[in-house]
């Protein structure tokens, strides 16, 4: 018999910001199997499980991910619900309103060399303290025969998108050009009937049988660059694209701008009339600021921390939400607006930010609405196969003597404040903002800055980027 606490222990795969991440080739059968045998352990001290569904991403990896934690889960007696290739959003709404435990497999926007497990509750996201119960669990497990073929069902990509048809009205894109940028995103497929059936002349643009990585945070330069030339060459409106699994957005305007994720977001939450949100610390400034709402909560990065705020929000205000850098908006309460209401959905979703920031707009652009912000801009990048090692030194270092480093950096300005929620976020004298974070995802330093220009916000990154590759 195989012990699922040993074997997760000396698999190499940990739980980042968002579920379990590690190289595919540490994701064997017997650690997805592990990991699943914890999960349902975890979830039968609570209540009875009979089924549990599953979902995937269009990884390599991820199908035969998928047959081992269906395996597993024919071992524990109860039956798989397997819904193919959605967006995690998707996979989640469905197993929340069948009041069923889900897994998603996919390792979101990080390289296809890896991958992740997300787990669910009927209720929602797990919490960091599911995480540690999975990683405590003590279950023992056979080792895996024949992995099962998995014949999918349908009922949970038509159940998201029938969650947006019947709470828009159908006319609500009459008149727009919209582009989707497809690449391999997990909801490629739905996203192009579901714009259309609200009313938008769809453009399916680039289209990839290779996995792309799309970082919503950390946009390439040639993504960049495409976006400026879609919208010039198709006469675009907007442009939606999303990471691996859809749950987090990549939104361009008419001018093929991307939208950073957290103004995304506040422009959402605004256009919903929430009441209280619970975000990042790495978010812009100007949403903390924003008298709209009547109480803001910082977090640590990380959907899981944004989704344990709800329950203190819930007890004070009716319309709560929360969303990230990365533009995954994380709805904690059910909304109404006239007649249709719209369940809460505490997870990151990618369609909802971008269909309330075009009600929004109505039938004008939408770059008024960004340019009718505060102007301050964020702007952030990360070194790739920066060993954790590494990250955590020079971390430890900015923690105890903040000034030191930043002199390391090439900054010498007075530090007016400094904020150590995840990370290390200093606040200089001239209001600019440089963040120092380990991904919690994959062996990479993450820098945020905020500026009053956009090219000042780069500038920093920039320079904090290439400096610390220096440090030894």
């Known amino acids: 018999m195989l012990k699922t606490k040993n074997i997760i222990a000396g698999s190499g795969v940990a739980f980042g910001t968002s579920g379990a991440r590690g190289l595919v080739v540490d994701f064997t059968s017997e650690v997805c199997a592990a990991f699943t045998h914890a999960f349902v352990a975890v979830l039968r001290k609570e209540c009875d499980v009979t089924k549990l569904a599953l979902a995937i991403d269009n990884r390599p990896s991820s199908y035969a991910m998928a047959q081992a934690c269906a395996a597993a889960l024919i071992q524990a007696g109860i039956a798989p619900i397997y819904y193919g290739v959605i967006p995690t959003p998707a996979l989640a ?114 289209r990839s049988d290779e996995f792309v990585p799309i970082d919503t945070e950390a946009v390439a330069e040639e993504d960049k660059q495409k976006a400026r030339k879609w919208s010039k060459q198709y006469q675009l409106d907007a442009i939606f694209s999303t990471d691996g699994d859809g749950d987090r957005p990549l939104v361009a305007d008419e001018h093929g701008e991307w939208l950073r994720g957290d103004i995304l977001g506040l422009l959402c939450a605004k256009a919903l009339k929430i009441e209280a949100l619970a975000i990042p610390v790495s978010s812009n400034s100007i949403i903390a600021g924003d008298r709209d709402f009547a109480q803001i909560k910082l977090t640590k990065i990380g959907s899981p921390y944004v989704i344990v705020e709800f329950t203190a929000l819930a007890q004070k205000f009716k319309h709560i939400a929360g969303f990230e850098a990365n533009g995954g908006f994380l709805l904690g309460s059910k909304i109404k607006l006239g007649d249709a209401t719209l369940a809460a959905l505490p997870t990151r979703d990618a369609v909802l930010p971008f269909l309330m920031l075009l009600a929004a707009a109505g039938k004008d652009a939408i770059s008024p609405l960004v340019g009718a912000l505060p102007a301050r801009y964020t702007y952030s990048d990360r070194i790739k196969d920066f060993a954790i090692k590494r990250s955590q030194d020079i971390l430890a270092q900015g923690l105890t003597a903040p000034q030191q480093l930043l002199a390391k950096l090439g900054f010498y300005e007075v530090i007016a404040s400094t904020d150590n929620t995840d990370g290390l976020r200093v606040t200089l004298a001239n209001k600019d903002i440089i963040h120092l974070r380990a991904s919690g995802n994959a062996p990479e330093l993450r820098c945020y800055a905020e500026s009053a220009s956009v090219k000042q916000a780069q500038a920093l990154v920039t320079q904090v980027l290439s400096k610390i590759i220096t440090l030894s």
């Open 93 to 206: 709404f469905k197993a929340m309103q069948d009041n069923m435990p889900c897994i998603m497999v996919t390792g979101s926007h990080i390289p296809f060399d890896r991958n992740g497990l997300k787990f669910y509750r009927p209720q929602g996201e797990i919490t960091k303290a599911d995480e540690l119960a999975i990683l405590a669990a003590e279950d023992n497990f056979s080792r895996l025969a024949d992995l099962p073929e998995l014949s999918y069902s349908v009922e949970a990509a038509q159940a998201y998108c029938q969650r947006y048809t019947e709470f828009f009205n159908t006319t609500l894109l009459a008149g727009k050009r919209i582009g989707i940028y497809e690449h391999s995103s997990a909801g490629r497929d739905l996203y192009a009937p579901l714009f259309a059936s609200l009313g938008a002349e769809v453009i399916r643009i680039e």
